[in-house]
């Protein structure tokens, strides 16, 4: 049975105080209870401080990215060695600000994507549509290929790892945020896609999460809709009191 998750993407925001308070502040609020897996992902220079720091709560510390080697001469990376050594078990691939700003291509998010899944690992992977690919009527299209080529081909017990997150590019930190319909009318395409790859009970189980302005006066609205398992969270996830109303 697929689960509901909460995830939030801290992205470069955050210096180790901040880092140690925004925690504080989570822990402060978790006695209410969830009924769904928090996630947080800090700057990667302070994940080990915010592994520590929650070891004894229900939020689980993820990264926003990793490296495809595994070592080596990759000045400035970050291998999943490295990730699992301070306690890491679930890692970022494929953010569209990865996509965008640093080029990285589908071919590549598949070679970290493996990386990832062969040392164990549980990977969000992102896709998402451009506004001007929505507009022209290619978003379908667009989160197909991005599936295919970064996820097709693994096993489907390695697919039991990946967690899918759809951020459609035009709803992040915009402010815009795509209708309850529009993020299930994508999600449901996606499940489906899944299952003509994987087999309907791997789809079934595959939690697909919406990220795109998730805040808490449109999460219950989202969250309801039935292929929509949780959210990734941006701006939202950087005030504590925010993140635990969505979640």
Not at 32 to 58: R, V, W
Not at 224 to 244: E, I, R, Y
């Amino acid at each position: 049975m697929r689960k509901n998750i909460v995830a939030g993407n801290w992205k470069m925001n955050c210096d180790l105080p901040q880092t140690r308070s925004l925690i504080i502040d989570l822990k402060k609020g978790l006695e209410k209870g969830f009924n769904c897996e928090l996630m947080i992902a800090p700057s990667h220079p302070f994940l080990y401080q915010a592994f520590n720091s929650t070891s004894d709560t229900i939020i689980e510390v993820v990264a926003q990215n990793v490296c495809e080697a595994q070592k080596g001469a990759y000045t400035g990376e970050v291998s999943v060695d490295m990730l699992d050594s301070v306690g890491i078990k679930t890692i970022i691939i494929g953010h569209s600000e990865r996509r965008d700003i640093y080029g990285e291509t589908d071919e590549l998010l598949a070679a970290k994507t493996k990386t990832a899944l062969e040392k164990g690992m549980r990977v969000i992977f992102c896709c998402g549509e451009h506004l001007e690919q929505r507009q022209a009527g290619k978003h379908f299209e667009t989160v197909t290929q991005q599936i295919e080529k970064g996820l097709f081909g693994f096993t489907t017990e390695q697919m039991e790892r990946v967690i899918v997150a759809y951020e459609p590019v035009w709803a992040i930190g915009t402010g815009e945020t795509a209708s309850p319909e529009q993020a299930q009318e994508m999600h449901a395409h996606l499940r489906s896609f899944i299952a003509s790859k994987f087999g309907e009970e791997t789809a079934n189980n595959t939690s697909i999460l919406y990220g795109g302005s998730v805040k808490p006066s449109n999460a219950a609205e989202i969250f309801a809709k039935p292929d929509v398992d949780g959210g990734l969270v941006g701006g939202a996830s950087l005030d504590a009191q925010s993140f635990l109303d969505i979640a």
